[in-house]
């Protein structure tokens, strides 16, 4: 049975996996459905990968379990998640026979603390280790409510106590063979990573593992293993590699702040030592210190209780369930053991976010608080003496001239023989006083602009004109400079003869392209080098700083904006404007013919499709803003399977070698959660927060697409109204449904208290000095659910627009049960539902949870008032269109509610 022994300097040789190898995976333990399709036979285990050697083993040939090793933990505290066993050190629990550890889980006797016993092991007072492979081989037990795990703690809590100085579950699983929601049997490993704040706002990230060709890991012995390394865990089954996790990468500004996350992975929270306050650190921590072995095997908990057949099966227990270990093995990357890198055994794919790589819980760091920055002023109706007038090479003067009425003074430049560049300086040798400007503070939002006026061109008709910007003493002096057409300007317009003409360029672009914002002492405008003589041009409003309000873009909202005009990228048809309902006017409508050439449609400033060639810069509501439009389908794409799609593209995109950068995104990932519907109207928002975590260069918006699946679409024909970048919080242009008060002394308007089922009608009662009055809702002896309705036919009709609030908003009301259910196993439940829930074919959407799933995690007590809070993020991720929300309700476990009075009071959608 063993194909080792346990020689310290044993080496493991492991295969390397195919191109072939593939995994799907799900988390079942929420009841969803998942499959695995897994190609090991592709896997040569002859063939050596790299040098793991052997540092410590339990191979269980002796005739007892060997306490040098192994420490057994005698309790009954149910591990902190409901658990019923007592964990014993008798060999009635743990023992070792036929070179196998055996953990065995049974009935307790009569009178017993804890219904069950079992045993927990472990290595903490004899060995612990920082990277490495850790391996062990066993079968696993069946049965509802069966819960083994093979895993590690930290021995020293250096960040602080639990999750904070992290945990890794190298392999558990709950009630294999037990029945699952679709009728099939449960199966899945789990591997999984704990860490960042205490509870209960600590994180987890993992992934399950179905075993191929429907194998039971109950059934027979397999191998389970993660090599953990410096900023990186990986987990296998039978050397299959299905899961990684990574330490969290954090961007990086010029400045060397952070200001995002380009892999989302684990994070921890503890104390700074110096400030003695609470720090986030994204780094390899809590996962950097040493940790030691744990095998146990728990009956029922929370998790195992609450899925699949839910609870316990005695039976399962009455003769002993075992959880056999065939032996469990420690290796050491030789290669480096003070990092564990260089013994990676992996395969294509593992470092993917839609394979095998798992996206963690690190929340984003917070942006870098800017310094506070005045605009400067270098030129307006008067030369600024920290920044005179500059010729660097011609030898002339510039002068200040009395132009028309609208810009009185200006500054007035002339190109002569001598090749020359013009513009503003503040070093001292150009007649300045050394007073660079630093516009760090505004890189997100500023700009430098200027307007222009060319009253003679250059004899060369070649010439073209260019803005250039120095920070520091330019290049020369180890300084930055840079170059760019006032064609690159955000305008992106020529300069024409005779006529005044703004320009803008963002610093976020400069820079983008090298410039160092905090030292800008230059500015100059003026035709290419030694193609500008006979030029005179005259500049005026020059500045950087902030343009004011937060920007915003309607794109389309009853006409369509003359920059940003509709268009069909390939099949040659005009979108056209078309009447709608009364709530939309007039639209854009989009047509893909019959017969049509695979096309994208939609929105673009691009000169190519008609616009202005000035894409939008999002980058100052960044935090805040939103990309939002509707659509409605008025004919489906006769290929029933095309999937709609999103598209947003800046500065090019990155078609046809632009630079730029481009996301397609799934519709039904926006914040309605779905597809459009034919007929529907339906709202759809998606952040720039998001956007731009994902890859997108907020800065240069320039084109937005709304379609079907590429090739799919012939025959659809939609609409699309309200399109908009903007900030929906901003003062500019504020969310007209920034939250919603079901119940605060009244109900809201529209919103009915509402009895479903039961024929009873909910009133309004007085409650304590606090809460005053209350919706009261009493159950009889009909089965039924209580709360508050908009619907049409029952409300006003008015269901309740979320989207902006996705990010951060929570739905929260006050509880108190005046009178329990008779039946006293009812649950306490928490439904919403949205455009019409699910019921009678509506396509809209429903969400129930139990009140002891909120973020308070408690249960109602009788006669108590109690607080409960659910995040919009979580009710949209389990599938609610939060731009609809129509229904909320409130109660006890259906068919068990008879005799339950309850109050509800400030019941609110909106910010926590």
């Known amino acids: ?65 060997d306490s040098s090793k192994w420490t057994h933990e005698v309790d009954c505290n149910g591990g902190g998640n409901q658990e019923q066993q007592c964990y014993t050190d008798s060999a009635e629990n743990s023992f070792v026979a036929d070179g196998m550890l055996n953990i065995v889980a049974k009935t307790a006797p009569e009178g017993s603390a804890k219904p069950y016993t079992s045993a927990r092991l472990n290595t903490k007072e004899h060995m612990d280790w920082k990277y490495g492979r850790f391996e062990m081989r066993a079968k696993l037990p069946s049965g509802q409510g069966s819960w083994p795990a093979f895993w590690m703690l930290p021995t020293d809590e250096v960040y602080g106590g639990w999750p904070r100085s992290g945990e890794i579950d190298i392999i558990e699983s709950v009630n294999l063979k037990a029945g699952t929601t679709d009728g099939g049997s449960e199966a899945h490993v789990y591997g999984t990573l704990h860490y960042g704040k205490v509870w209960p706002d600590n ?31 990986r987990w296998y089954v039978d050397d299959y590699l299905y899961a990684t996790q990574r330490s969290s990468e954090l961007r990086y500004n010029a400045e060397g702040e952070a200001i995002g996350l380009s892999h989302r992975g684990w994070f921890s929270e503890n104390f700074n030592i110096v400030t003695g306050e609470l720090e986030t650190q994204w780094s390899s921590a809590p996962y950097d210190e040493k940790f030691h072995l744990i095998l146990n095997f728990a009956v029922g908990g929370n998790w195992p209780s609450s899925v699949n057949d839910t609870g316990i099966d005695a039976e399962v227990f ?52 800017p310094t506070e920055t005045a605009n400067l002023t270098v030129f307006e109706d008067a030369e600024n003496p920290s920044w005179p007038m500059w010729d660097c090479c011609g030898g002339s003067t510039p002068t200040v001239e009395t132009d028309d009425a609208d810009h009185g003074a200006t ?32 890189k997100d939002d500023g700009v430098i602009s200027f307007d222009m006026k060319v009253t003679s061109v250059p004899a060369d008709g070649s010439a073209a004109w260019n803005f250039k910007v120095e920070s520091s003493g330019g290049p ?45 002492d230059v500015l100059m405008v003026f035709p290419d080098w030694g193609k500008g003589e006979g030029a005179v041009y005259r500049l005026d409003n020059v500045m950087i700083g902030t343009l004011g309000d937060s920007p915003e873009l309607t794109i389309f909202e009853n006409n369509y904006n003359p920059d940003w005009p509709m268009f069909d990228c390939c099949a040659g048809s005009t979108p056209t404007e078309e009447s709608d309902d009364a709530e939309h006017g007039i639209t854009a409508e989009f047509t893909i013919g019959d017969t049509a050439e695979p096309t994208v449609l939609g929105f673009s400033t691009r000169d190519g499709y008609m616009g202005s060639g000035m894409p939008f810069n999002g980058s100052a509501i960044l935090e805040e803003g939103v990309i939002s439009f509707d659509v409605k389908i008025v004919t489906a794409p006769s290929d029933a399977s095309a999937v709609w799609k999103f598209k947003v593209e800046a500065s090019g995109g990155t078609s046809d070698g632009n630079s730029g950068s481009a996301l397609e995104l799934d519709l039904a990932t926006g914040s309605a959660g779905m597809a459009p519907t034919v007929g529907e109207w339906r709202s759809y928002s998606f952040t720039l927060q998001s956007l731009f975590d994902a890859g997108l260069d907020v800065s240069d918006i320039d084109t937005l697409m709304i379609f079907p699946e590429w090739g799919k679409g012939n025959g659809a024909v939609y609409r699309v109204d309200n399109v ?14 920034s939250e919603l008060k079901l119940y605060q002394d009244t109900t809201a308007t529209d919103w009915v208290l509402w009895d479903c089922c039961g024929g009873s009608i909910p009133t309004q009662e007085n409650d304590d000095a606090d809460h005053g009055s209350t919706a009261e809702f009493s159950i009889g002896s009909e089965p039924t659910v209580m709360g508050f309705n908009a619907r049409s036919g029952i409300g006003g009709g008015a269901p309740f627009d979320a989207s902006a609030l996705l990010a951060t908003g929570v739905i929260k009301f006050d509880m108190k049960v005046v009178t329990a259910p008779s039946d006293s196993s009812a649950e ?53 269109d939060i731009s609809a929300i129509d229904v909320v309700m409130i109660f006890p476990d259906w068919g068990k509610g008879e005799g339950a009075v309850y109050r509800i009071d400030n019941a609110v959608i909106g910010a926590p």
Not at 18 to 39: E, P
Not at 422 to 439: E, H, K, L, Q
Not at 498 to 515: I, P, R, V
């Open 1 to 65: 049975m063993k194909t080792i022994d346990g020689c310290k300097s044993t080496r493991l040789r492991m295969g390397k996996l195919s191109l072939g190898a593939a995994i799907l995976v799900g988390l079942a333990g929420c009841g969803s459905d998942t499959n695995t399709d897994t190609n090991i036979d592709a896997i040569d285990p002859q063939q050596p990968v790299e040098d793991w050697v052997m540092v410590w083993s339990d191979e269980f040939d002796g005739a007892s379990i």
């Open 203 to 233: 994180s987890s990230s993992g992934q399950p593992y179905l075993l191929p060709d429907e194998i039971n890991p109950a059934d027979d012995f397999h191998t389970y293993a993660i090599e953990w390394q410096e900023g990186e865990i």
């Open 318 to 369: 009455a003769d002993g369930q075992t959880f056999a270990i065939d032996y469990v093995r420690v290796y050491e990357c030789a290669s480096n053991p003070d990092t564990g890198k260089g013994c990676e055994t992996v395969r294509p794919g593992y470092d993917s976010l839609d394979d095998a790589l798992v996206e963690g819980k690190a929340p984003n760091p917070p942006l870098p608080i």
């Open 411 to 442: 500054a007035e430049f002339t190109i002569g023989a001598q090749p020359t560049v013009m513009g503003f300086i503040t070093r001292r040798s150009g007649g300045g006083d050394d007073s660079p400007y630093n516009a760090s503070g505004i």
């Open 476 to 520: 020369e002096n180890s300084g930055t400079a840079v170059t760019l057409a006032l064609t690159d300007s955000n305008e992106g317009a020529a300069p024409v003869t005779g006529q005044w003409q703004t320009y803008t360029f963002s610093l976020q672009a400069l820079f983008d392209a090298g410039l160092d914002l905090s030292d800008i």
């Open 724 to 737: 908009k970048i903007h900030d929906p919080n901003g003062t500019s242009n504020p969310a007209p449904s």
């Open 828 to 880: 306490w439940n928490f439904k919403i539902e949205a455009a019409g829930g699910v019921e009678n074919g509506a396509e809209g959407s429903a969400v129930t949870v139990g009140l002891a799933d909120s973020n308070e995690g408690v249960s109602p007590v009788t006669g108590t008032w109690q607080t409960y809070t659910f995040t919009l993020q979580s009710l949209f991720d389990a599938g609610l």
